[in-house]
């Protein structure tokens, strides 16, 4: 067990550290970022000196060494825009997404799967029908979209839930069911056929055989044996849910750090992008050994090496 | 158990509750503004941005305010000021003013913050040549008197001392603390004290109530950060916000009818032209053309129906709300005059082939102003292809003149001459589109360094006539600023665009 | 019955987009002033104008066309790129491959729209941009699962039987396990589409992607957002459009799995 999260880490590290080195060479490419931090009445000597004075006149293997140099001791450098540690910035970002993401999952676990469970085993009836339309629109409606009409709907009109912004409980409520919409379209549709399948295995059967009720073969036998694949795939659609945050924050005026990303891409912040880029995959490999650990609790049979 | 399930329902309510409804406001005279920006920092004097000093003012005062109607110096922190001479000036300062800490302002003061500004170590953009770089010291005469010795003859020392250039910190403060825990905890004499700032969210202020001036009506004032126009809008029209700033011409009429708030608007100085670029090859190089295109272009029109009359129409490179500002002749909207100017110089309209560089969302409706002008030029049968940028490439095509013959900009706010004419009508300036014109250049030195008034007055009027005739831009319009204001706030909106909650009164309706 | 309403959408939708300077009454750039916001069902307009006086039609029409081209673009592209990739990784087992399928990993890594977006902010945007951009980021899927069926292919007994009747490697790969890898790749570029074609619309949304004046989905929610209090319709029909146009996709997406592949999963 310890060797494998040692040789997890270790590749954990090299990912990440490809990721930045991939995203540092790409936004060295891109436009000047001096421009827009400065006034626009600078003028063009002072935005050479600035250029020069934050070593943007470097070549590039240089400014990649000390780039390498800073990450290794967590140091992004300072944010253009901000003037302060990046690192800093986008850490303090991030418990504002994972609370948004914890209760998108949530939300996913209470609705997705008991709708994925019914669906199955109550195959091509009227009910299994309405679900599986459900689950395919909402794959098909645009979070962005979803989210517009909620605020007109919910705090234009009915005025129940505040349009944006972080405080209450109540500000959790319109981003996590936006969030959740697209996510749990896809779990319930894939609680839906593992539970398919294993319903069709034959220790089921026995089950069934031996006398035992439905709802226990159901709870006892399938959910369990059906929960891998969807916990592995719940840990690949973080990265996708992490993504959709993006699009949610900026909506709903969230103070996370998907807002922050496209912010700071936007205004060519490249110190808060690396740092972001570094905090979003660092996150995403964590949850997945945290996934990979949690098979071999569902599953005894799969030892971790 | 029971004693937990009632703390979980107690706990839920209180959570469910939407905090600080409007009617609660009311009672406790607090405001929220909705704006689409945060604050870039909480240091005074250290990064050039208009939104951060927006909000930095309500802790911080200047030297020197603007008359919101006249834009003419007018006392704040100096109760006056004398030029001595060509390259010093004087400034006679209030007594009695204390920070919010109770250290007292003096002319050390002014001398501290100028010279943070000034040092290299604070990497302060005030520091360059267009902010406080003709700056050579800051002399202490007494508590209450303070010399600025410039390097050269600035008569426009003036208007940084009162636009957001100059925001006082305290000497001993700054000295015993440092910049980086009075960025933290902004500490200024101005109207409102530094409660907190939420990132990405939200900036609280409280009144200061020993300020010099009288306390301010709001007890509280709290600045939310909505970058999404349609959430602020849902935000004012459910009453979370009870200021909400750029409201599009469009929904002017939706705020209107909501019944809870109403649309306040001010002529802003900030103005939006359409560049002619003769800093690379290509038909604007030939001044014919470029007077052919003002004639081409019906800029009522765009005011009327794409701004929703929501502008207003400028003739020069000034807009009257420039204390510069001298009245120059319209080009009159003529396609037969604009024929034949394409004529005379012998370009056939029909064989034009522009390329019109945008912004989108930067400046009111810029682009679809910018598809609009595209309309209209062909009519006379000039094709333009419209390319939008995101506003970083935008810049970058516009400094490294990659640009197509036209590009729509928007400038401001501009309150003086030089901070128009100089940048933009000089080649080796960062964003011009116009210059090596050796008049003009040879005027510009000149009119920069006048300090007699009338001598300035008289020099940007003769550049300001010289420049119509050049007609390096298809001259448009001042914006208008839209601010939707709940039925429970008294405010008037100001020209330089900022959101000034001293003024502001909150009513019980 | 989902079968027939995935192939009906889409058919529809298809020919929508192809039928689009036929149906559509004008051009879908041509502005008029005067007609500026028009509801829907006006005259001339039956889906409304927009704040220039376009055709809401018009724009919603020449919308499909784009928003098929760029989903079609990128699925060709991902398809051949991720499935040669993943075809030669799962044959070659050496450490190129074992370095590629790294590289894959990195990627997914990372969430696919924030990596579309962030190679779009830095090599621009624009329609060319776009379909690039959600390549790079889309490829991976495809390479990972013909890696995995190409893995699990080479082993049956027909393809080790050829193999020992000494068939060269690039016949091997192209003639007897390509076919059976087929239907894998046919069922994710099924799937994948309407992924893009949203996250398409999404980025645009954002700011990023592709750019007006150009009738894209995106691009025109983007747009209409702005005018949700004044004229519901700007944003009301691209949106309707695009979740009509995922929807048909997806139904006949999982109609391909069911048929042609039922284990897979993506």
Request: hydrophobic residues 50%; glycine residues 8%.
């Amino acid at each position: 067990m310890r060797a494998y999260l040692l040789s997890r880490l270790a590749q954990t590290a090299l990912v990440v550290f490809l990721s930045l080195s991939a995203v540092f060479a790409m936004v060295r490419l891109g436009g000047d970022p001096v421009l827009l931090f400065m006034p626009m009445d600078i003028q063009a000597k002072d935005v050479n000196e600035i250029r020069q004075r934050l070593g943007f006149n470097d070549p590039l293997p240089v400014q990649y060494a000390r780039f390498v140099g800073g990450a290794l001791r967590g140091d992004f450098g300072e944010s253009l825009r901000y003037r302060r540690d990046a690192l800093g910035l986008v850490l303090e970002r991030l418990p504002a997404t994972l609370l948004l993401a914890a209760s998108a999952v949530l939300l996913t676990l209470v609705v997705a799967v008991p709708l994925g469970v019914v669906t199955a085993v109550r195959r091509n009836t009227l009910v299994d029908h309405a679900g599986t339309l459900a689950t395919v629109i909402g794959q098909a409606v645009p979070g962005f979209w979803l989210g517009l009409m909620l605020i007109y709907v919910f705090s234009v009109q009915l005025r129940w839930l505040p349009t944006g912004g972080m405080g209450s409980l109540a500000h959790l409520v319109m981003p996590s069911v936006v969030l959740a919409a697209f996510f749990s379209a896809r779990i319930a549709r894939l609680t839906r056929s593992a539970m398919l399948e294993a319903l069709g295995e034959d220790y089921v059967l026995t089950a069934r055989a031996k006398g035992l009720t439905e709802p226990r073969v159901v709870a006892k036998h399938t959910l369990r044996n059906s929960a891998i694949p969807i916990v592995t795939l719940a840990g690949l659609e973080i990265g996708q849910l992490l993504g959709g945050a993006v699009i949610t924050e900026t909506i709903f005026a969230w103070p996370g750090l998907g807002r922050l990303t496209v912010q700071a891409l936007l205004n060519r912040d490249f110190p808060v992008v690396l740092a972001a880029v570094f905090v979003i995959s660092a996150t995403y490999t964590v949850i997945n050994l945290l996934v990979d650990v949690l098979y071999g609790w569902l599953d005894p049979r799969v030892r971790l090496r | 158990m029971r004693s937990f399930f009632r703390a979980v329902i107690a706990l839920t309510v209180v959570a469910l509750a939407v905090p600080a409804l409007a009617q609660d406001r009311v009672k406790s005279k607090e405001i929220v503004i909705g704006l689409g920006a945060e604050p870039r920092t909480m240091l005074a004097v250290t990064i050039v941005d208009w939104t951060t000093n927006n909000m930095l003012e309500h802790i911080y005062d200047r030297l020197l305010d603007r008359d919101p109607k006249t834009f003419k110096p007018v006392p704040m922190l100096a109760t006056g000021f004398k030029i001595v001479n060509d390259t010093t000036w004087e400034f006679t300062l209030r007594k009695g003013v204390k920070f919010h800490n109770g250290e007292p302002f003096t002319a050390q003061s002014v001398k501290a913050t100028l010279e943070y500004a000034l040092d290299p170590a604070s990497k302060s953009h005030y520091a360059t040549a267009s902010y406080w770089g003709p700056l050579k010291e800051v002399q202490v005469v007494d508590d209450y008197t303070v010399r600025f010795l410039t390097k050269q003859p600035w008569p426009n020392l003036i208007d940084h001392a009162s636009l957001t250039n100059l925001l006082i910190m305290p000497a001993k403060a700054l000295k015993e603390l440092g910049p980086a825990k009075l960025a933290e905890k902004p500490i200024g004499t101005g109207p409102f004290k530094f409660v907190e700032w939420r990132r990405d969210e939200r900036l609280v202020l409280e009144r200061n109530t020993d300020y010099w001036g009288g306390p301010a009506d709001a007890s509280r004032v709290t600045f939310r950060f909505i970058p999404e126009f349609s959430t602020r809008m849902a935000a004012l029209l459910s009453g979370e916000i009870d200021i909400m700033k750029d409201v599009p011409p469009h929904a002017v009429e939706a705020v209107e009818r909501s019944g809870r708030a109403r649309v306040r608007s001010t002529v802003s100085s900030r103005i939006n032209y359409l560049a002619l670029v003769n800093l690379k090859p290509g038909p604007m190089q030939d001044v014919r053309v470029r007077r052919a295109m003002n004639h081409a272009v019906d800029v009522d029109e765009l005011i009327k129906a794409v701004l929703k009359g929501r502008a207003t129409r400028m003739c020069g490179p000034l807009a009257p709300a420039n204390v510069d500002y001298a009245p120059v002749e319209c080009y009159r909207y003529d396609s037969a005059r604009a024929q034949a100017l394409f004529k005379e110089a012998g370009v056939e309209p029909t064989k034009l082939q522009l390329t019109l560089d945008t912004p989108a969302g930067r400046y009111p409706l810029d682009k679809d102003v910018s598809l609009a002008i595209a309309a209209q030029l062909q009519r006379l049968g000039i094709k333009t292809n419209v390319v939008v940028n995101e506003w970083g490439t935008h810049l970058d095509k516009i400094k490294n003149r990659n640009t197509g013959e036209l590009f729509f900009l928007g400038w401001g706010p501009a309150l003086n001459g030089q901070g128009t004419i100089q940048p933009l009508f000089l080649a080796d300036q960062t964003y011009s589109s116009y210059g090596n014109n050796k008049v003009i250049d040879e005027k510009i030195a000149r009119a920069v360094t006048v300090m007699d008034p009338k001598g300035r007055a008289a020099a940007y009027a003769e550049l300001q006539k010289l420049v119509h005739d050049e007609a390096p831009w298809v001259f448009l319009w001042q914006q208008h600023d839209l601010y939707g204001v709940a039925n429970t706030v008294e405010w008037t909106p100001r020209a330089d665009e900022k959101v000034w909650m001293y003024d502001a009164k909150i009513v019980a309706r | 019955m989902k079968a027939w309403l995935g192939i009906g959408i889409t058919l529809a939708v298809v020919a929508a987009a192809v039928a689009a300077p036929w149906l559509a009454p004008v051009d879908p750039l041509a502005s008029d002033f005067a007609q500026g916001l028009r509801p829907p069902g006006a005259l001339g307009h039956p889906l409304g104008t927009d704040q220039l006086g376009r055709d809401l039609l018009a724009r919603v029409l020449y919308g499909a066309r784009l928003a098929l081209f760029i989903g079609a673009c990128t699925v060709v592209l991902t398809a051949v790129v991720g499935g040669l990739l993943g075809l030669v990784a799962g044959f070659v087992e050496r450490w190129p491959a074992t370095a590629l399928m790294r590289l894959a990993d990195v990627q997914l890594s990372f969430p696919f729209i924030l990596l579309a977006m962030t190679i779009n902010a830095i090599v621009g945007l624009g329609l060319r941009n776009i379909i690039l951009s959600l390549s790079a980021a889309g490829w991976v899927v495809y390479a990972r699962v013909v890696r995995g069926e190409v893995l699990s292919v080479k082993e049956r007994d027909f393809v080790q039987a050829a193999a020992a009747l000494g068939v060269g490697r690039a016949r091997l790969l192209f003639r007897h396990v390509l076919p059976n890898v087929a239907p894998s790749i046919i069922v994710v570029a099924s799937l994948q589409f309407s992924q893009f074609i949203v996250a398409e619309a999404a980025i645009s949304f954002l700011g990023f992607g592709v750019q007006p004046p150009t009738p894209a989905w995106g691009s025109m929610l983007a747009e209409g957002r702005d005018f949700l209090y004044v004229a519901w319709w700007l944003a009301a029909f691209p949106g309707a459009a695009l979740a009509l146009t995922a929807l048909g996709v997806n139904l006949l997406g999982d109609w391909l799995r069911d048929t042609l592949d039922p284990k897979l999963r993506v």
